[in-house]
């Protein structure tokens, strides 16, 4: 890797840590604590669209640039979703971000394309659906969609991509056809749910929150996290934190399910979170030893006090969802502020981890 790259990837990484602090910053506003407010994006897009969609092509794009034939084209697709975090941190309003992270979002889903003509299998479908709900839900926010209709297609690009990573490392067991079959019906039953969403909302969200209890269970009886948490040091570690991931993906489709669909208030709170605090950021702490020095090309050493952030994230989660589903807006509150505080003492823990290496 040259430096020029290196730093390139570096910056690109930089603003998406700066969109996921202001995404916290501005979720804390919104629950309620009497913080100075600033001039930027919701914290929606800048979780979600900012920080995620940046991390994910980044690291995406990383990987493939080595590998696709005249593959540096790809580094396109983190860069737009950089430039759109950028104006969304910004505080630039209009169309102009939103249409940066939706041609990122295109590039994306054309990446997979080109994955797709080289490795048709399951896992590549699955991933690069997964692109396309991204596509289609920055479409919809460009055109001005309601951020509570849209969101259920953002869920969508995180819940297919990691799914569809975790069934590609799972090959390694040898899987039945039938379980093949078995993570098809799921994947296509969440999806189903999130396309009906555009024609009734209500009926779409119980469809998929049905067709996330379905990809979590297969998760949970089909990956090699079940067989590697009997492991230790690292490779514990990150089995920890895809199992806890699961459950909670489970609790989010049977939340889902439950609510059908919801605007705002306490129900929303939880139907969101369960899953994009306790599945998508369990599954971002456990892959981070390993992300991170595939784009910054610096060590990162595993250790154990990584747990303390693992599990104030999940605990400090639990007081918030109980107060979400009591109707409690302390416990809501303070379990917010303590969701933020894991996700600080996750960075800190992991630039503490990249300085002992360097």
Known sequence: MTLLRRRLYLLMLLLALLALLAAAWAGLVRMGWALPPFQVAGHGPLMISGFLGTLISLERAVALAATLPRGRWTMAVPALAALGTLGLLAGIGGWIPPALITLSSAGLTLMFAAILRRHPALFTVTMGLGALAWLVGNVLWLFGMPLYQLVHWWVGFLVLTIAGERLELSRVTRLSPMSYRAFGAAAALFLGGITLTLLAADAGVRVAGIGKIALALWLLNFDIARRTIRQSGLTQYIAACLLLGYLWLIVGGMVATWSGAVMAGFRYDASLHTVLLGFVFSMIFGHAPIILPSITSL???????????????????????????????????????????????FLFNTAAAVERKK
Not at 299 to 305: C, G, V
Not at 316 to 340: C, K, P, T
């Open 299 to 345: 060590t990162l050493a595993f250790h154990r006090r990584f747990y303390l952030h693992l599990a104030l994230l999940h605990l400090s989660l639990l007081l918030r969802i109980a107060g979400d589903l009591a109707v409690s807006l302390e416990a809501r509150q303070w379990g917010g502020l303590l969701n933020v505080v894991a996700l600080l003492l």
